[in-house]
Nanobody, 123 residues
């Protein structure tokens, strides 16, 4: 099993940046693929990005490509989401998820979830 704790959310103006962190603990967290999802007000939870264990393959949702960057520090057992040029439509609770096998946009495929961190983008 792995435990996930997100941090780094907050309020930011349009065009601003935030970096989210997901601290992973438990048994061999480096063996898990780690992803970010988000759920905006009144919306379904949606995929944002994923980072594989091992070779570090990444995937992004089209809505965040070129603005968000997912990265991983295995020494710290932490996955980051650098978010640049944030827009009001990025307002959401951001969740970290992990799974040994899942590597894609379907949230039900991930077995482990953090509690979420709020990101609000407004002027």
């Amino acid at each position: 099993q792995v435990q996930l704790v997100e941090s780094g959310g907050g309020n930011v103006q349009p065009g601003g940046s935030l970096r989210l962190a997901c601290a992973m603990s438990g048994r061999a967290p480096h063996n898990y693929n780690a992803a970010w999802f988000r759920q905006g007000p009144g919306k379904e939870r949606e995929f944002v990005a994923v980072y594989s264990y091992g070779v570090g393959t990444t995937r992004y949702a089209d809505s965040v490509k070129g603005r968000f960057t997912i990265s991983r520090d295995n020494a710290l057992n932490t996955v980051f989401l650098q978010m640049d040029n944030l827009q009001p439509e990025d307002t959401a609770v951001y969740y970290c998820a992990a799974d040994v096998w899942a590597f894609g946009p379907v949230d039900s495929h991930y077995n482990y979830w953090g509690q979420g961190t709020q990101v609000t983008v407004s002027s």
